[in-house]
């Protein structure tokens, strides 16, 4: 058979997804008859299996679907799988905030701007995968320098950190002003 109709099927076999491709359906997009349809793809899944290629071909009656082998299930779940949902606390939020617009930067740097300890905000935003570790600081303990991740910008929907808005010296002081007596009045309240 003709080495265009094997590539036409390899390609429908990838658009139709979990799915899989009917050979009825392929059949009459090829326009050919069906029983030449099963065996190409039968030749096809024989083609992927005896050159031990990470997809396999499968024959579910007269629906062929293409696949991950099974040898790399963890792997392709693993790449699925998620990072973890949910809302961010006030601290992560914060802590965010000065990554981004500081970054690279270290943790001791985000807790002097805070003002409290950094290390839970961190751990969560760095389990949702929106800041990762960015390096090492040069010289005596080697602190660890934290950057947003490429998830950062889709969540945020931002192409790139340029399109980050910008904060003039003014503005940042008050929002550090505004932040200061948020935490004041809430150590106050508390104790």
């Given at each position: ?6 590539l ?11 799915e899989?491709?009917?050979v ?12 030449m ?5 039968q030749?096809l ?10 997809l396999v ?20 779940q ?6 973890q949902?949910?809302k ?5 939020l914060?802590t ?20 409290v ?6 751990a ?7 800041i ?5 600081l040069?010289g005596?303990?080697?602190a ?14 931002l192409?790139s950190?340029?399109?980050l808005p910008s904060?003039?010296?003014d ?5 550090l ?12 309240e508390?104790?």
């Amino acid at each position: 058979m003709n080495r265009d109709v094997a590539l036409i099927l390899e390609t429908l076999l990838y658009v139709s997804g979990d799915e899989g491709l009917e050979v009825a359906h392929a059949s009459d997009v090829l326009g050919i008859d069906r029983a030449m349809v099963t065996h190409e793809l039968q030749k096809l899944a024989s083609e992927f299996e005896r050159e031990a290629r990470a997809l396999v071909i499968l024959q579910f009656g007269s629906r062929f679907q293409m696949t991950t082998r099974p040898a790399f299930s963890d792997y392709v779940q693993a790449y699925a799988s998620p990072p973890q949902r949910g809302k961010l606390s006030q601290a992560a939020l914060e802590t965010l905030a000065i990554v981004a617009y500081q970054q690279p930067v270290t943790r001791a740097t985000i807790e002097d701007i805070r003002g409290v300890n950094a290390d839970r905000a961190i751990a969560t935003l760095a389990g949702k995968g929106l800041i990762e570790e960015g390096g090492r600081l040069k010289g005596a303990g080697r602190a660890i320098l934290y950057e947003t991740t490429a998830r950062f910008l889709d969540v945020f929907h931002l192409s790139s950190l340029d399109d980050l808005p910008s904060i003039t010296e003014d503005e940042e002081a008050e929002q550090l002003d505004l932040f200061s007596s948020g935490y004041r009045e809430s150590w106050n309240e508390d104790g």
